[in-house]
């Protein structure tokens, strides 16, 4: 993990907006507040998550509205490092496809790719992997997903 002083703008751009704006959602902060920005740059976020019981629906497994709720998030994460922007817009169109499941207990990487960013919408694209914090591996998807965001006037403003 990259010091302080080795951090991109958008890394530590991503760690305020989690540590500032997350908590004023209340379903974010019910279930990403134990979630860690890993590295950030310009259109890309990587973050992790070890989830809990919370997280899981009544088969033991990650909850499908959960992994939206990460899709619709990590989306405007991506969109945020785009330009350092502090806010992201309002969902249009987000799409889940489950690949397979992960337990409580059991920790994941989560990939935010801005693939465009326009003046009026934004493409992204969020990968949920499982994650082995003892070999440092990605493994199997757990959810691959994409988030379309109408992001005019969310842009940063610049002076005249």
């Known amino acids: 993990m990259a010091s302080i002083t080795d951090k991109s703008p958008e890394h530590a751009h991503v760690e305020e907006l989690v540590r500032t704006k997350l908590p ?56 945020s490092t785009y330009d350092l922007r502090s806010t992201t817009g309002v969902s249009v169109d987000i799409h889940v496809t489950y690949q397979s499941g992960a337990k409580a207990g059991e920790e994941v990487e989560i990939e935010g790719i801005a693939d465009r960013v326009g003046s009026n919408l934004a493409f992204t694209k969020v990968i949920i992997y499982k994650y082995d914090p003892a070999t440092g591996a990605r493994g199997k998807i757990v959810i691959a997903g994409t988030h379309t965001k109408f992001v005019k006037g969310s842009e940063v403003k610049t002076g005249s």
């Not at 019910?30 to 310009?42: E, G, N």
């Not at 070890?50 to 709720?69: E, F, P, R």
Request: proline share 2%; net charge neutral.
């Open 24 to 79: 004023a959602s209340p379903i974010y902060a019910f279930l990403l507040s134990s979630v860690q920005i890993v590295d950030a740059s310009k259109g890309h976020v990587v973050a992790r998550l070890k989830l809990t019981q919370d997280h899981m629906n009544h088969g033991q497994s990650l909850h499908g509205s959960v992994s939206a709720t990460i899709v619709d998030w990590m989306g405007g994460m991506a969109v």
